[in-house]
């Protein structure tokens, strides 16, 4: 598991010994679903399944929708008794600073897991060959002492992937592999399938609600504080004006807590200063739609997950619509 990118996919391929079967070789993650490759051990006495997942950022799917997909994956097969004998956590030594999207996967991990499996984890460290030695030894000791430090001190153990297929096996080899009857289930597992738990109510379910509800709460703001000026322009004025909308912090919610990108203007439509006395402009409602627009996928999202059919409909219309008019806008 680990963010899209962080070499999940390659690492797979060079164990199996088919470079290029999988990976994505631009930003657009190949892994929409959970494959499961099985292969021979080098030892020549057993198999090996190795399963790769699709990253929560991935380019094609939602954080719901992968969740949902590694959940529905993990229950199935631990209703057929099939236990993992570890997992491999990638993260790119690229990336300078943990934030954001490899935060939100590194803690969705963690809910994941649960804290007593933690000791079955390798933290794989990928794209060695694209930094200074010492560079890469500065954010390997960073992570150690800082974000991987409650995982390090369960159990877990690091290792450097170096893109060949030597690198995976020994890293493989570093999941201590016990007996089919001493393997644990994960957390997930265990809330699923022997506390009946539907998804939304599981740790790692939790973790994606709160990151949407941070979302919604900056949305509520958001409207307030609108519903608040446009009240003010029409009195000041007798209408209101799209340029006029005061900044809201919305758009910087939205991308922390859920990785899409989007500026502040696109929700405040704050962007003409030209016609800062003007009618809005054809471009502020451009902008004011595709913010509009992020917001109710996310409210789709939320909808799905807890299920609340009634809701996803309407949302999904309302969605449908604007799309619609995003559509009719760019032609
Ligand atoms: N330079 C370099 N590129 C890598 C490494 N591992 C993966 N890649 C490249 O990074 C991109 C994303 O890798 P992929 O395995 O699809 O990531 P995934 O989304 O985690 O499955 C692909 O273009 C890979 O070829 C590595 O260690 N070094
Ligand atoms: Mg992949």
């Known amino acids: 598991m680990g963010p899209t990118g962080a070499g999940k996919t390659t690492f797979v391929d060079c164990a199996v010994g088919s470079p290029d079967a999988g990976a994505g070789h631009d930003l657009v993650s190949c892994t929409k679903e959970i494959r499961a490759v099985r292969c021979p051990h080098p030892d020549g006495e057993r198999n090996i399944v190795l399963v790769d997942t699709p990253g929560f950022d ?31 956590y990638f993260h790119r030594i690229l990336d300078n600073r943990v934030a954001g ?11 994941l897991c649960g804290k007593d499996n933690f000791k079955n984890v390798v933290l794989v460290t990928t794209m060695w060959d694209e930094v200074l030695e010492d560079v890469g030894l500065q954010r390997e000791e960073e992570l150690q002492n800082e974000f991987w430090k409650v995982m390090t001190r369960l159990g877990s153990t ?46 790692s379910g939790k973790t994606v609600l709160r990151s949407i509800s941070y979302v919604f709460s900056g949305f509520k703001r958001f409207f307030g504080r609108s519903k608040k000026d446009i009240k003010r322009n ?34 405040t439509g704050n962007t003409d200063t030209s016609g800062s006395t003007g009618a809005p402009s054809e471009h502020d409602y ?41 559509v009719i806008a760019s032609a």
Not at 61 to 88: F, H
Not at 297 to 316: D, G, K, P, Q, Y
């Open 58 to 88: 991935d380019t094609f799917m939602s954080d719901t929708q992968v969740l949902r997909n590694i959940a529905e994956w993990l229950k199935a097969t631990y209703k057929q008794k099939v236990l993992l004998s570890g997992l491999l």
């Open 101 to 111: 999207t490899p935060l939100r996967n590194l803690n969705m991990f963690k809910e």
């Open 158 to 203: 690091t290792r450097r992937f170096h893109l060949t297929k030597e690198s995976a096996w020994e890293i493989i080899g570093a999941i201590s592999v016990s007996i089919p009857e001493e393997r644990r289930p994960l957390l997930i597992q265990q809330e699923m399938v022997d506390e009946y738990k539907p998804l939304h109510k599981t740790s």
């Open 234 to 267: 029409k009195n000041r004025r007798g209408k209101h004006r799209l340029s006029r909308w005061p900044s809201s912090s919305i758009a910087s919610h939205i991308s922390r807590s859920s990785g899409v990108t989007t500026d502040e203007s696109v929700l």
């Open 286 to 326: 451009r902008v004011t739609l595709e913010g509009l627009i992020t917001i109710l996928m996310h409210a789709h999202n939320m909808s799905e997950f807890v299920r609340t059919h009634s809701l996803t409909e309407a949302i999904a219309s309302s969605l449908s619509i604007a799309q619609a008019l995003e």
